[in-house]
């Protein structure tokens, strides 16, 4: 079985259907996972593939400004939803918030696990601007990182809180 997709990506509607004279025939196999839909079919690969298994959050995504798993997601159940990316984040060559925190306070070392640390980080911006160490925390608590020790990234995050309080999108 496969169906057609049609929801909002990074800002831009996007359909997944190929035309067939009268029909519009489906496009999006059932068992596509939105991880591999996003790296594979539409060449987004900012967002990274870690264990595979819901364990390190590093494919982390947003589906209507909450984190998920894209993983563990299947793409066709994004039907009529809005995903975020970290390609989504940044204006005009300009670091959003989050990005600026980790570049600035060293939140990054290897990077591999940072796209899902900054998406999750973003989300919680978007929900909550001012968010104390604990919501941070908690927050990242499905993000794994086997390089920073954390510190870093939690610095990152408040630094981007401050950004963030001073007009800069999350
Ligand atoms: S790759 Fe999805 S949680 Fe690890
Ligand atoms: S920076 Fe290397 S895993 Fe987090």
């Known amino acids: 079985m496969a169906r057609i997709l049609e929801f909002v990506l990074n800002g831009r509607h996007r359909v997944d259907a190929v035309p067939d004279n009268l029909f519009r025939v489906d496009a999006v196999p059932d068992n596509l996972l939105l991880l ?3 790296r594979e079919v539409v060449g987004l690969t900012g967002t990274k593939t870690g264990c595979d298994g819901g364990e390190c959050g ?3 995504v947003l589906v209507d ?3 998920r798993l894209s993983c563990l997601t299947l793409a066709a159940g994004v039907n009529a939803q809005r995903v975020d990316t970290v390609e989504s984040l940044g204006q005009d060559g300009r670091l959003s918030a989050v990005q600026r925190g980790f570049h600035e306070k ?3 070392q290897c990077g591999y696990c940072t796209p899902g640390f900054i998406m ?7 929900r909550n601007p001012h968010p104390s160490e604990d919501d941070i925390r ?3 608590g499905s993000n794994i990182c086997r390089c920073t020790g954390y ?8 630094y981007a809180a401050e950004l963030h309080a001073g007009g ?3």
Not at 151 to 158: C, L, N, P, S, T
């Open 36 to 38: 591999d839909y996003l």
């Open 58 to 60: 590093a494919c982390t």
């Open 65 to 67: 400004d909450q984190p």
């Open 106 to 108: 060293l939140g990054s």
């Open 120 to 126: 999750a980080s973003a989300g919680l911006l978007r």
């Open 138 to 140: 908690a927050a990242l």
């Open 151 to 158: 510190v870093k990234i939690i610095e990152a995050v408040k």
């Open 168 to 170: 800069l999108a999350p």
